[in-house]
């Protein structure tokens, strides 16, 4: 992986301004977090920890959308219904 920003011969901006440039090309391309990580040693039973609880908070997320999903559709049905009866009478 390499990072490249080109500053122009002429640069008007100030020095700051190409270092934020560079900043966010590095959290683009995933390299700081890849560093951060990389920065310990993390034992394999960490590791798979760490996946089971990023599993486990992906399927709670979800199955709370599922279920407000579900909610929406069992109201929307139970006033179809009743918009049904009310027309039938």
């Known amino acids: 992986m390499s990072v490249e920003v080109k500053i122009p011969e002429?640069?008007?901006?100030?020095?700051?301004?190409?270092l934020n440039l560079f900043k966010k090309q590095l959290n683009k391309d995933g390299i700081l977090i890849e560093y951060k990580k990389r920065m310990f040693y993390e034992k394999p039973s960490e590791k798979r920890h760490k996946k089971y609880i990023k599993r486990k908070r992906k399927l709670r997320r979800k199955?709370?959308?599922?279920?407000?999903?579900?909610?929406?559709?069992l109201k929307w049905i139970f006033l179809k219904k009743?918009?049904?009866?009310?027309?039938?009478?």
């Open 63 to 73: 199955k709370l959308l599922f279920q407000s999903k579900r909610k929406y559709n």
């Open 10 to 18: 002429n640069a008007s901006e100030p020095f700051d301004y190409y």
């Open 82 to 89: 009743k918009k049904k009866m009310m027309q039938n009478e």
